[in-house]
């Protein structure tokens, strides 16, 4: 049998690698990345606490709705209060149909990251062209709405073509969040250069954790603070990211809201706080990508 690579990356074990540190000397970066999605009505294609209905499912549309009419507000309002920074890996048709959550990212200064147009339609289903064409539609709508164009993406569903890290480097992408093999950033090779990967958290997510694996709210919050408190043990010698993903759907809803209020708020004053950097997935890109040549790894094509 043939063994298929994909040859994005190369091996790089994280004890061989050579030593930094994030901004001020910090050793953890620490970031919350909130899902905001849009769904068409009708479709098959969406996340579900239960079975999915025939189709048009008002339930489990309903239910995706109430994150975007109630669950990001007190979201927003939980970061606002803990002074936490979010970046929104963000569907471009939201931008455009509900300018009150653009207007609210702007005044809170967050990033938005590309998200595709809407969650009812993967990458992976799209021919090369098509999947170019959705690319560029979110990014444009992204632009419109934010005033800058999104740096980052990742993909709905976290789904890619075998073109993908290709086309957005083309796109004008610095980084990506679709390929969770790592505590640092690396370097990904496409045919237009490199692409920089940036640790996404897909365990610590709430909607696999809590939907697929049927963990509690509570394992949840807890998961949350296993996962802060040993990676801050870690980066002791290693700098690391530490990141919580949250859909608002999931997170939003009152019963897991408040573990998720009890986790961050257990980070946010931790004693050893001085040592996290408190930050977004682009200002973590940034920052490693403005390091010198062989300090993260992977090969970066100039």
């Known amino acids: 049998m043939e063994f298929v690579s994909h040859g994005r990356y190369d091996y790089s074990p994280i004890d061989e690698r050579p030593d930094f540190s994030w901004p001020d000397g910090k050793r953890l970066a ?37 994150g975007l009419r109630v669950g990001i507000w007190r979201l927003f309002d939980l970061a606002d209060r803990l002074d936490l920074p979010l970046c929104h890996l963000m569907n471009s048709l939201v931008a455009e149909r509900y300018p009150q959550i653009v207007a609210r990212i702007i005044k809170r200064g967050d990033e938005l990251i590309g998200h595709g147009r809407s969650n009812s339609e993967r990458q992976a289903d799209y021919p090369e062209e098509q999947e170019r064409l959705l690319i560029r539609e979110a990014t444009e709508g992204l632009t419109k709405a934010l005033g800058r164009r999104p740096l980052g993406w990742m993909g709905p569903w976290i789904s890619e073509s075998a073109t993908t890290p290709d086309l957005l480097k083309e796109e004008g992408y610095e980084y990506i969040l679709d390929w969770p093999a790592d505590d640092q950033p690396f370097w990904m090779k496409t045919r237009a250069g490199s692409l920089l990967s940036v640790p996404y958290p897909i365990e610590i997510n709430d909607s696999p954790a809590m939907l697929s694996r049927r963990h509690t709210a ?29 859909h608002t759907f999931v997170a939003g809803q009152p019963f897991r809201f408040a573990h998720l209020r009890r986790a961050l708020e257990y980070i946010r004053s931790h004693p050893k706080s001085d040592q996290v950097w408190f930050t977004r997935a682009g200002d973590i890109a940034r920052h490693a990508a403005g390091l010198p040549d062989g300090i993260v790894p992977g090969l970066r094509q100039r």
């Open 30 to 66: 620490f970031y919350v990345a909130l899902n905001v999605e849009d769904f068409a009505f009708g479709t098959r294609l969406g996340h579900t606490p239960t079975e999915l209905g025939p189709p048009p499912d008002p339930r489990n549309h309903a239910w995706r709705d109430y």
């Open 218 to 246: 509570d394992d949840f919050g807890q998961m949350i603070v296993d996962q802060f408190d040993t990676l801050l043990e870690f980066s002791a010698t290693k700098p690391l990211v530490c990141g919580v993903s949250l």
